[in-house]
């Protein structure tokens, strides 16, 4: 059992009783939500070994949204050097590369690995506490669907502070616990998935974690609303939603200029009132 709070050590936890399955409690000190069972190495291996990759390719619309917020990321600091915590597919890395920065990359799975050392990119080992031979700093962390995963923050996050240059910038995303999906879902909500996700973060929680550690918010709002997911909910479906399904709502909505329209209007809403389905969050080291 996980006894403390992964954030602030508190174990002044309160039980979710709707959230049992996942083991849910709440710090009643800074009020995140996390599973307080920790997960086997056997769940875990078997949760990440059964990723298939092959078969999920990133769509178009999906790199067309990482190019743009790379751009946007790119001019906050105009980093050297990028590191991506858990790079995935490495497809923030290759963007940056795209504008001159030397890029690094750190993974849980070898397969992962491979593709960002076949796409030139320099991997890093040690996973979340990547260390470097000449004692480099990082201008720029990119650290996208991992902070949910994890309940070392109270480790890696001064970490990361250490190996930030003095101007450093690290980005996160996270599925938001506030958001208007879980609400309707609840415990249905697809992110939650213990052992795959242990922490759930609002808007608050993940600004008082970083403002621990030493970072200073520059911009968080959420975004987006699943298509998908809300129309089967209308429907009373009980089956899960493909990713198939989410991409073919996705192409329509990217496509159609109404849609588009619509989309963005709901995203004024939610990031207004931090409904969003995912926080989008950049901190500076302070």
């Given at each position: 059992m996980v006894i403390n709070?992964?954030?602030?050590?508190?174990?002044n936890l309160f039980e979710l009783r709707n959230y049992k399955k996942n083991h849910l409690s709440k710090c009643l000190n800074c009020s995140l939500v996390f599973s307080n069972k920790k997960p086997t190495k056997e769940e875990i291996i078997d949760v990440y070994s059964n990723y298939n990759y092959?078969?999920?390719?990133?769509t178009e619309i999906t790199k067309f949204k990482i190019r743009e917020i790379t751009k946007h990321l790119f001019f906050l600091n105009k980093p050297n050097n990028v590191l991506d915590v858990g790079c995935g597919q490495a497809l923030f890395l290759d963007e940056f590369k795209k504008l001159g920065c030397t890029t690094f990359a750190t993974?849980?799975?070898?397969?992962?690995?491979d593709i960002a050392r076949k796409k030139g990119h320099l991997v890093v080992e040690s996973g979340l506490y990547p260390k470097f031979k000449n004692k480099e700093k990082m201008d720029m962390i990119i650290f996208t669907e991992v902070i949910e995963h994890i309940t070392e923050q109270r480790n890696c996050l001064p970490h990361f502070h250490n190996i930030l240059s003095d101007e450093g910038i690290i980005y996160i995303t996270t599925p938001n616990f506030s958001s208007l999906e879980r609400k309707l879902f609840k415990e249905k909500w697809e992110f939650i998935c213990y052992p795959e996700h242990l922490c759930y973060f609002t808007v608050k929680t993940l600004?008082?974690?970083m403002n621990r550690f030493g970072f200073k918010k520059?911009?968080?709002y959420t975004e987006n609303i699943s298509?998908?997911?809300?129309?089967?909910?209308?429907?009373?479906?009980k089956n899960s939603?493909?990713?198939?399904?989410?991409n073919f709502y996705q192409k329509v909505a990217f496509e159609s200029k109404l849609l588009t329209f619509i989309k963005s209007q709901v995203n004024f809403l939610l990031r207004h009132t931090n409904l969003g389905m995912r926080i989008f969050s950049a901190y500076k080291k302070i």
């Open positions: 709070c992964p954030i602030c050590n508190s174990n092959e078969n999920h390719p990133p993974e849980f799975d070898n397969r992962l690995s600004d008082s974690c520059i911009y968080s298509i998908a997911a809300v129309l089967e909910y209308l429907n009373n479906s939603i493909g990713n198939d399904k989410q």
